[in-house]
């Protein structure tokens, strides 16, 4: 069994309940092994007692790699991109370097890091997990994930981006001869990109939730019972 435990489910906003308090972070444990995604400028709980085994980071903004704003000594691994390591003012000491496309395993888990579109300035990535004959994947951040359909496929378990519900979050900046994109893809575009998947709603996880989307959880759960919103210290086991 597969223990999944969100330390954090708030975006990068002021506003925060006793629900959603700390930035976006998940833990998943198997046999012992901790595994952590991410770990923000606002965090409950400290490295050193958490022990994880290993750290992987989306991308370098404050709320997901504390490294970008404050330099924190660990002997703990961060597994990060190049493009990461190089935004970030202070640099983990033992950081490992991981590339889109590429899998690779830490303890039980096997991971393939895949782009997604967020931020201009910051490149951001999503995390296909595989442990335990499941598939999860994980993007806290982002408007559209490259190769969607590739990405998407045989998944078990969806955990996204909760920064709006139906506000309209993506901008678009025009660079050069090229449109990009950036921001953040509705919940109701994410629960869509699942149904075209064949991910069950039950199975639909919403971390990082924003404004909108805090203001708005119980009208939306009321609506859609089955769909998930992760809450500070929630666990699930699969």
Known sequence: MINLKFLGTKGEIEEFTKKHKYHSSLLLEYRKFKLLIDYGETHKQDLKKMKPNA????????????????????????????????????KPENFHIIKPGKK??????????????????????????????????????????????????????????GSSIKANLVRRKIIGKKIKF?????????????????????????THLGKETI???????????????AYDGMKINI
Do not use: M
């Open 182 to 206: 950036f921001g953040h893809a509705r919940i109701i575009t994410q629960i869509n990109w699942c149904k075209k998947a064949g991910i069950k709603n039950s199975q639909i996880i919403f």
């Open 104 to 161: 690779f395993k830490i303890g039980p888990f096997k991971i393939l890091p895949y782009k997604v579109l967020h931020s201009i300035k910051c490149p951001t990535i999503g995390f296909k997990i595989y442990v335990n004959k499941k598939i999860i994947i994980y993007n806290p951040d982002l408007v559209d994930i490259v190769n969607k359909n590739k990405i998407l496929k045989n998944v078990d378990y969806y955990i996204g981006d």
């Open 215 to 229: 203001e708005k959880e119980k009208i939306f759960k009321s609506q859609h019972p089955e769909i998930i919103f």
């Open 55 to 90: 750290l992987l980071i989306t991308h370098a903004h404050p709320d997901h790699y504390i490294w970008t704003i404050k330099n924190l000594t660990t002997d703990i691994p961060v597994y990060l991109t190049k493009e990461t390591l190089e935004y970030g003012k202070f």
